[in-house]
């Protein structure tokens, strides 16, 4: 999904929150004014927000001899699993072409081609490389060799990060073979650990995010775990994990208070290729209501379009939004911010409404996708220094929310 798991507690009364299984600092959590790397020590992570072109909020650079000349920095979504990069930045010698003329997971002109891929951790001293990986290499319309798009803003070339499986090829992500190959034994899981800063003062762009390869325990020891996500009989991949509360708080309107909207019984998928929270609310769909409506707007986004626009709203500026995660074990933690009516923001703070019985934030196809399934976005990675897929054990961790 090239537009989609964690633990906290923190109420942003004008700064820093507190943990929410004792209102006291959880251990090894961290500390107020600190931040992550403090820590999570990431010489060893692979970096996935220090992209000098793109315009995207999370990418990668590859590398290995698949890859012709620099690095290539790539669209990063753990919302999808196939890896697609244009022709013109691969190295036709060193690739085997599997099948020709293809269509790739959205839609493109392809060939299916094996080769090397590999990522470098951020002090440059390890590569997390695999040698046979099998991805799409895109084409034009004409059947030409896709262009080269090495320094533009915007990229068509993705790497789908969600750990497993992909349902219709049967591939890894590219993440998930690097962990299933580069962890220790027994300790195979990936995460991603954000250099979140704790305080009123929360800017997008001051942040970094980095990919941890491996179920290292100073990492897995500081952390809430959900141990009931679903996932597919055949292999690891979870889509969307339960345990999520969403609450609205509104301002006052004419000195009345209005009431809070409160949407329990959520699974949540958390996509970086999409930043904004988006999900239903209720069968009555109260953000269309007299009481509700004058805190919606039609506008938005400009990927927002046809009928997914139709179908939804989008929050103003002002609204009190609240996320609490109820682990395993009962333990419920929670973050707010205040919404931001910017829609061109870096800042992921942006929230979209979709009507019950329309196709926004997508298509309800139960069990897969229920009206109680949410996308969460990247405001999690504001808040969360630590969110990560334990492959060996089948469960997601979160860190306490800062």
Same mark, same amino acid.
Request: hydrophobic share 35%.
């Given at each position: ?220 020891? @500081? ?7 679903? *996932?597919? +009989?055949? $292999?690891?991949? %979870?889509?969307?994990? /339960? ?106 703070? @942006? ?7 329309? *196709?926004? +934030?997508? $298509?309800?196809? %139960?069990?897969?996708? /229920? ?32």
């Amino acid at each position: 999904m090239p537009r989609a798991l964690l633990v906290v507690m923190v109420v942003l009364a004008g700064g820093i929150g507190q943990s929410g299984r004792a209102m006291e600092q959880a251990e090894g959590a961290v500390p107020p004014g600190k931040k992550a790397r403090d820590l999570f020590d990431p010489a060893a992570m692979i970096p996935l927000r220090s992209h000098k072109y793109r315009g995207n909020n999370f990418c990668v650079s590859l590398t290995g001899s698949a890859i012709r000349g620099e690095p290539f920095e790539v669209h990063f979504d753990t919302g999808s699993w196939p890896t697609c990069l244009p022709y013109g930045c691969l190295d036709k010698s060193k690739l085997t072409v599997l099948e020709k003329d293809v269509k790739d997971a959205w839609g493109k002109p392809a060939d299916v081609v094996r080769g090397q891929l590999a990522l470098k951790s951020t002090d440059g001293k390890t590569l997390y490389a695999v040698d046979d990986f099998v991805f799409y290499a895109r084409k034009k319309p004409n059947g030409e060799d896709a262009d080269c798009d090495r320094t533009s803003k915007w990229t068509a070339a993705i790497v789908g990060g969600l750990p497993g499986i992909g349902p219709v090829r049967k591939w890894p992500s590219l993440p998930y073979a690097i962990a299933l190959k580069h962890s220790e034994p027994g300790k195979v899981g990936l995460g991603i650990v954000s250099d979140v800063q704790s305080g009123p003062s929360r800017d997008w762009a001051s942040g970094k995010s980095y990919l941890q390869i491996g179920a290292d325990p100073r990492i897995t020891g @500081k952390l809430h775990w959900r141990t009931d996500v679903p *996932i597919h +009989p055949e $292999r690891f991949s %979870p889509g969307a994990t /339960p345990g999520f509360t969403i609450t609205f708080r509104f301002p006052k309107t004419n000195d009345v208070a209005v009431p809070d909207i409160v949407v329990p019984d959520l699974s949540a998928t958390i996509d970086t290729g999409a930043p904004e929270l988006m999900l239903r609310l209720r069968s009555d769909d109260p953000h269309r209501s007299d009481v509700y409506k004058q805190f919606f707007t039609d506008e938005g986004p400009g990927w927002r379009k046809g009928q997914g626009k139709a179908d939804s709203l989008c929050l103003r500026g002002g609204v009190t939004v609240r996320i609490a995660f109820t682990d395993s074990k009962g333990e419920t933690t929670r973050c707010e911010f205040l919404s931001i009516g910017d829609f061109n923001s870096p800042n992921p703070t @942006k929230v979209m409404v979709g009507d019950w019985s329309g *196709i926004f +934030p997508w $298509r309800i196809r %139960p069990p897969e996708k /229920p009206p109680g399934r949410i996308n969460l976005g990247n405001t999690l990675y504001l808040f969360c220094p630590v969110y990560f897929w334990d492959i060996t054990n089948k469960r997601v961790g979160l860190h306490d929310f800062m």
